[in-house]
């Protein structure tokens, strides 16, 4: 399959825009990428599967792409894996080491690799029209796929059902799998579960609640520690929904509750819209509680996050697709077009009385240390600019910071900016708001689509009086991972290749810098 599908590829043109290749984040070599599926750990290696369209680098052809990592940084791309034909495009899901051999399609010594995905039916097959879940197994590690003919396995007659979860059950109930689904246009979350992952039983469904403007897609379930107390464990339900995110069109939202086995119950803090927005009759109410809702992201360009199976340590550990579909395929890069975010480790934690997700990007330890200040920390800024390492072509840059706004009324990073400061790409705080925004309307090219010149914010409290940012600056992305990871932002850029330049200023008064540091990552 793979192999037929490698072959036709046509002849690519050069790589005509290098300059946004990310260095740490992972794009296809010459094609397009969306949702990342079937992530997995296994043998030594994290898999990411992915959404590619072998032929081009626009949505479309519907396949799953292959790519391997040893550190969840440095990544090989491998041919396509499990590949859509004349039957059926093959859509979003989830990878499974079946332990026990459940399934049959392994051994209880060597067991298989089970991808649970979506079969999106064309005209002419028997279930033409409709979205159903399939199997595909792989016996040699992830690296070859063979479908499951009896496919598909679980079919509700509807043509958005998609994007299945599946992950082992331990509990009460018994031991089972689980499916999480969708019911993308009706805002559902659907649950299922199975001894075999063939014969599935309905449990309940959620939903909707909280963000539900747009379809819901690609859900995941798992259960998370409070605090890093393993005795108070609770279940979090991130529910990706487009359009109608917080910084609109798409995003990830999340419920943190409990499941049993049968039913997710969302806690009463995670509900800001227990029937969700569409039930609110003024606009700006609903918008009120639009930011009242768990997002993982605030910015544009983080979308359809799922989390890893089969890593050690229980580590929960996320990826989501760098883009958002107002304008994903026409943005400016060839011959590939889109990445995957960093993966982020996730930890669950009690911020000010209320259950919330605490993120962490996956970064190597070893960096190359660049020396951005005039002397050691702590210095004030009192309205002069102070001049950061340029950014470098071909390595990811990353900015950690610690800084006491004061008297100041805003404290400004100016990112990828151009000598003239003409261009630039700007995270500031606002001591008044008490936001921090990420603006990029000034970032270079934004004119490939009218929805991408914006400006994203986000409600972050001081610590102690203290603004904590770590920055990942890649190529075309802004990665922003504020107050040790209770709020993030990404957003893409397209700046100029010149445009290198990175500042930091206070505004209005004196700030405190207590921590600075700039490293590289090739």
């Known amino acids: 399959?793979?192999?037929?599908?490698?072959?036709?590829?046509?002849?690519?043109?050069?790589?005509?825009?290098?300059?946004?290749?990310?260095?740490?984040?992972?794009?296809?070599?010459?094609?397009?990428?969306?949702?990342?599926?079937?992530?997995?750990?296994?043998d030594g290696l994290y898999h990411l599967f992915f959404q590619n369209n072998p032929y081009g680098n626009v949505w479309g052809n519907m396949s799953w792409g292959h790519a391997t990592s040893p550190d969840l940084i440095?990544?090989?791309?491998?041919p396509v894996a499990i590949a859509g034909d004349e039957v059926e495009d093959i859509f979003s899901g989830s990878v499974v080491v079946d332990h026990g051999n459940t399934s049959g399609f392994g051994t209880v010594d060597s067991p298989a690799l089970v991808a649970?995905?979506?079969s999106a039916f064309k005209a002419g097959s028997p279930y033409g029209g409709t979205q159903a879940q399939s199997l595909a197994y792989s016996t040699d590690g992830g690296m070859t796929w063979l479908k499951y003919d009896e496919n598909p396995v679980l079919t509700r007659n509807s043509a958005h059902f998609r994007d299945p979860k599946v992950f082992r059950y331990e509990g009460a109930e018994g031991s089972f799998w689980v499916m999480v689904a969708v019911e993308a246009q009706h805002q559902k979350v659907v649950l299922y579960r199975s001894g075999d992952l063939k014969s599935w039983d309905f449990l309940s469904d959620f939903g909707p609640a909280n963000a539900d403007a747009g379809e819901w897609e690609c859900p995941d379930l798992f259960p998370l520690a409070v605090d890093g107390d393993p005795d108070n464990t609770k279940w979090v339900l991130i529910v990706n929904v487009n359009p109608g995110a917080v910084a609109g069109g798409s995003g990830g939202q999340y419920f943190v509750g409990d499941f049993d086995g049968v039913r997710f119950v969302p806690d009463a803090g995670s509900l800001a819209a227990p029937a969700?927005?569409?039930?609110?009759?003024?606009?700006?109410?609903?918008?009120?509680?639009?930011?009242?809702?768990?997002?993982?992201?605030?910015?544009?360009?983080?979308?359809?996050?799922?989390?890893?199976?089969?890593?050690?340590?229980?580590?929960?550990?996320?990826?989501?697709?760098?883009?958002?579909?107002?304008?994903?395929?026409?943005?400016?890069?060839?011959?590939?077009?889109?990445?995957?975010?960093?993966a982020r480790e996730l930890r669950l934690s009690s911020v000010n009385g209320s259950l919330q997700l605490i993120q962490q990007p996956v970064l190597p330890e070893q960096r190359v240390e660049e020396n951005p200040v005039p002397g050691p920390a702590p210095f004030n800024l009192d309205g002069t600019a102070l001049r950061l390492a340029d950014a470098v072509p071909g390595t990811a840059q990353v900015i950690e910071a610690e800084i006491v706004p004061g008297s100041a009324e805003r404290v400004e990073f100016s990112l990828l900016g151009s000598t003239d400061g003409s261009q630039r790409t700007v995270l500031s705080y606002s001591t008044r708001s008490g936001r921090l925004t990420l603006d990029r309307r000034q970032s270079g090219d934004t004119q490939f689509h009218g929805k991408f010149a914006s400006v994203e914010s986000a409600p972050a409290a001081l610590e102690d009086g203290i603004l904590k940012l770590l920055i990942v600056v890649d190529q075309c992305s802004v990665e922003v991972f504020a107050q040790d990871g209770k709020v993030v932002l990404t957003d893409l850029v397209f700046p100029e290749a010149n445009s290198l330049q990175n500042w930091l200023s206070a505004e209005g008064g004196t700030a405190t810098v207590r921590k600075l540091a700039v490293s590289s990552i090739a």
């Open 276 to 342: 969700g927005l569409s039930s609110f009759p003024d606009k700006d109410a609903a918008q009120a509680a639009l930011q009242q809702c768990l997002w993982l992201d605030w910015g544009r360009d983080c979308y359809a996050s799922v989390s890893f199976s089969n890593v050690p340590a229980n580590r929960r550990i996320t990826i989501g697709w760098m883009n958002n579909w107002d304008y994903a395929n026409q943005l400016p890069t060839a011959p590939w077009r889109s990445s995957m975010t960093l």
């Open 1 to 42: 399959m793979s192999s037929s599908l490698d072959a036709a590829r046509p002849e690519t043109a050069p790589d005509v825009t290098p300059r946004f290749r990310p260095a740490i984040h992972f794009t296809a070599s010459d094609t397009w990428l969306n949702d990342p599926n079937g992530l997995v750990f296994h």
């Open 116 to 118: 649970v995905y979506t």
């Open 74 to 78: 440095h990544w090989t791309e491998h």
